[in-house]
């Protein structure tokens, strides 16, 4: 579907001997810069430090490179995309787990998100922005992704099941678990927040 759509797209910006020679670069670079930023948002909603988000991209589109030929299109691109940067991300969080904590990856020294509005509004919504992040890193990884597919993706629960490769029933239970625990997590930060000097 998407696969075969892309390749059509490549094949018709190209002499047949450049398509025959190039068509995997031409169709990774196409993939590439359709799906770059959802990608990133991925990793970082999946608790990807920010200053190994340039090195956890650059594993998964690696991956993308490697695999894309065998792609069948039996799955949607970005559902495929997802599963690709979801295995990477387990792995940049067990490293981050193992290695330990130096002073450049403190909080402190993390970018903060910068929107580009102005006043008030801007000041909530980098607010609210922190305060959701910071519940996301007090779910176990299990929850979290679950919780980012389900809130920020917007899939299914059998999209999800599919992705994670775990039983349905299986992401209704932790899907709930990740719901509460969020809920509780944002409940203390405000009242953690309201209640400092």
Not at 78 to 91: E, G, N, V
Not at 122 to 147: K, M
Request: glycine share 2%.
């Amino acid at each position: 579907m998407v696969a075969e759509a892309l390749r059509r797209r490549v094949a018709s910006q190209e002499s047949p001997a450049d398509a025959r020679s190039s068509a995997p670069a031409t169709l990774l670079t196409a993939v590439y810069e359709a799906h770059f930023r959802y990608v990133w948002r991925c990793l970082r909603s999946l608790g990807v430090h920010d200053a190994q988000l340039d090195d956890a991209l650059q594993d998964v589109f690696v991956i993308v490179q490697r695999k894309l030929p065998e792609f069948d299109g039996g799955a949607q691109l970005r559902t495929w995309l997802y599963a690709i940067a979801l295995r990477i991300s387990r792995k940049y969080r067990e490293r981050a787990r193992r290695e330990p904590t130096s002073l450049e990856a403190t909080p402190e020294n993390q970018p903060e998100l910068v929107l580009t509005h102005s006043g008030e509004g801007a000041a909530l919504q980098n607010e609210r922005l922190a305060l959701a992040r910071a519940a996301l890193e007090a779910l176990s990884d299990e929850q979290r992704e679950v919780f980012v597919l389900a809130r920020v993706e917007q899939m299914s629960a059998p999209e999800i099941s599919s992705v994670v490769e775990i039983p349905l029933n299986t992401v209704y239970s932790r899907l709930r678990a990740a719901r509460l625990a969020f809920e509780a997590e944002v409940a203390r930060l405000k009242a953690t927040t309201w209640n400092t000097p």
